[in-house]
C-alpha cells in the first residue's frame, strides 16, 4: 500500500468503458471525476482481450489492462484470472472500487486487495438478489444467495456505496463495525439545460428507454393506462420503447396487447439507439412515466433514469417509493400515483398532454433537483472523506 499522502483510489470494471453508456458506467466515471475534483489521483482499469492503452476521457486516466482470450472459461477461473489482475496492476492504489456481479467474484476481490494491504469499496444500488432476471432464478435459491451474500461477504468489504436510504439502512445491519457506508443519489454530470423542443401539430408520444421489466417498471400497468388515456384524448398519441428485451411471458403479453388493441402504429420500439439518436427523441416528447411496483427490488432503489429526464426537463409521473418521496411532490415537480395505479397514471397522461403549462411547471421545479442534490459534483467532499476513511480502516 503506497505511502503518499495523496488519496490514490483505482476502479476495476469489466465494461468498454469509455465508449459504453449503462447507468453505472456513468456513475463509475461520475464517482471518479468527484474523488479528482476533491484531489485524489484516480484511474480506472478496464480488462480487455484486443487492446493495451493508456488515455485521459473526460478528464478521467483509463488503462486498459490486456488480458487473455477467457471464452470458454469457468466463472471460477475467470474470477481467479481477474483478482490475479487486480493484485498484479492495482497494488500501488490505496482504494479499489468496484460494483457487484456475484459474491464470489467478490470474494476474490477482497483477498487480492487484501494481500497487498488496499481496501475494497463497493457500490450497491440493488437489494442483493432480489432481482428475478431468468426462469431459472427461484425465489428460495435467491434468498439463499441474499442471505450468504449479507451476512458472509459485505462484512468484508471494506466500504459501500449506496444509492436508497433502505439500502443503507439493510447494510448498517450486516456491515464489520470498522467498515464504512456513504449514501450517494444516483448523480447527475451537468445542470438541468432547455432542450429545444421538436414544435408539435397533433402528434404525441411517451418515452421508456430502457429494458423491459414487469417487476421493476409494472409494462403492464403503464401499456393499459396509455390504453386509458389514448381513449379519453381527441389527438395521436404513442408510446415508444428504446428496446424490446425481457421476459418471454412479459413479452408475449405485450405482443397480445398490441394485437388485440390494434396499437402496431402506436406501441412503436425503436430499438438500441445511439445517443444523438436518443437525444432527438428526448427533445420531441411529452413525458415520461416512472411506475415502480411495490416489492423486494423497488422499495431499496431508485430510478438511474430519473436524473436524466429531469436534466432534459421532461414531464415525469412517478410512482410512490420511499425514495422518490424524498425528492418529489405531487403537482409541484411531478404527478405522483400509487404504483400500478392504472387509472391514476392515465389521469396523469391526459393532465400533462392536455395542460401544457403544468408540463412545464412540474418540469421545471423538477430540474432544480440536479443542481440541489444531483449533480455530481455537490458530492466531491463527502466522496472523499469516505474514500480516506475506508484507506485508514
Known amino acids: 500500500m503506497t505511502d503518499n499522502s495523496q488519496l490514490k483510489v483505482a476502479a476495476f470494471f469489466k465494461s468498454n468503458y469509455p465508449e459504453g453508456s449503462s447507468p453505472m458506467e456513468v456513475r463509475l466515471h461520475l464517482y471518479m471525476r468527484a474523488l479528482q475534483s476533491a484531489g485524489a489521483e484516480v484511474t480506472i482499469f478496464v480488462p480487455s482481450s484486443t487492446q493495451n492503452k493508456e488515455q485521459i476521457w473526460d478528464h478521467v486516466k483509463y488503462k486498459y489492462l490486456l488480458t ?3 471464452f470458454g472459461f469457468s466463472n471460477l477461473k475467470i474470477h481467479q484470472y481477474y483478482a490475479q489482475l487486480i493484485q498484479k496492476n492495482l497494488h500501488g492504489y490505496d482504494v479499489i472500487f468496484t460494483c457487484l456481479d456475484n459474491d464470489n467474484q467478490i470474494k476474490h476481490y477482497i483477498k487480492a486487495v487484501n494481500s497487498f494491504g488496499g481496501k475494497l469499496v463497493m457500490e450497491m444500488n440493488e437489494n442483493p438478489y432480489s432481482i428475478i432476471g431468468s426462469r431459472k432464478d427461484f425465489r428460495f435459491m435467491l434468498f439463499c444467495k441474499r442471505w450468504y451474500f449479507l451476512n458472509f461477504v459485505a462484512p468484508k468489504v471494506h466500504g459501500l456505496i449506496v444509492i436508497s436510504r433502505n439500502l443503507e439502512t439493510l447494510f448498517n445491519r450486516y456491515k464489520s463495525k ?3 457506508i456513504i449514501r450517494v443519489p444516483i448523480l447527475s454530470a451537468n445542470f438541468a439545460t432547455k ?4 414544435p408539435k401539430i397533433d402528434h404525441h408520444y411517451i418515452l421508456h428507454a430502457g429494458s423491459l421489466s414487469e417487476q421493476k417498471d409494472g409494462i403492464k400497468a403503464m401499456l393499459t393506462a396509455y390504453k386509458i388515456a389514448k381513449s379519453k384524448l381527441n389527438r395521436e398519441l404513442s408510446f415508444f420503447f428504446t428496446q424490446n428485451k425481457g421476459l418471454p411471458k412479459l413479452l408475449r403479453w405485450i405482443n397480445q396487447f398490441i ?7 402506436n406501441i412503436v420500439f425503436k430499438g438500441i439507439l445511439s445517443p444523438n439518436e436518443l437525444e432527438k427523441l428526448y ?8 411506475n415502480k411496483p ?11 433514469k430519473i436524473p436524466e429526464l429531469i436534466q432534459r426537463k421532461i414531464p415525469l409521473i412517478i410512482s410512490r417509493t420511499k425514495e422518490h418521496e424524498f425528492y418529489f411532490r405531487h403537482d409541484y415537480n411531478c404527478y405522483l400515483v400509487e404504483p400500478n395505479d392504472e387509472e391514476a397514471i392515465a389521469k396523469g397522461i391526459i393532465k400533462i398532454i392536455t395542460d401544457k403549462k403544468y408540463g412545464e411547471f412540474i418540469a421545471e421545479n423538477a430540474s432544480k433537483l440536479i443542481e440541489s442534490d444531483f449533480y455530481f459534483l455537490n458530492h466531491q467532499k463527502s466522496l472523499f472523506e469516505f474514500f480516506n476513511n475506508v484507506k485508514s480502516s
Request: hydrophobic share 35%; aromatic share 14%; net charge neutral.
Open 294 to 304: 411495490k416489492n423486494f427490488q423497488n422499495d431499496f432503489n431508485f430510478s438511474s
Open 195 to 198: 432542450i429545444n423542443k421538436t
Open 68 to 70: 487473455d482470450n477467457l
Open 178 to 180: 470498522k467498515n464504512y
Open 259 to 265: 394485437s388485440l388493441n390494434q396499437f402496431e402504429k
Open 283 to 290: 427533445a420531441s416528447c411529452d413525458l415520461a412515466i416512472i
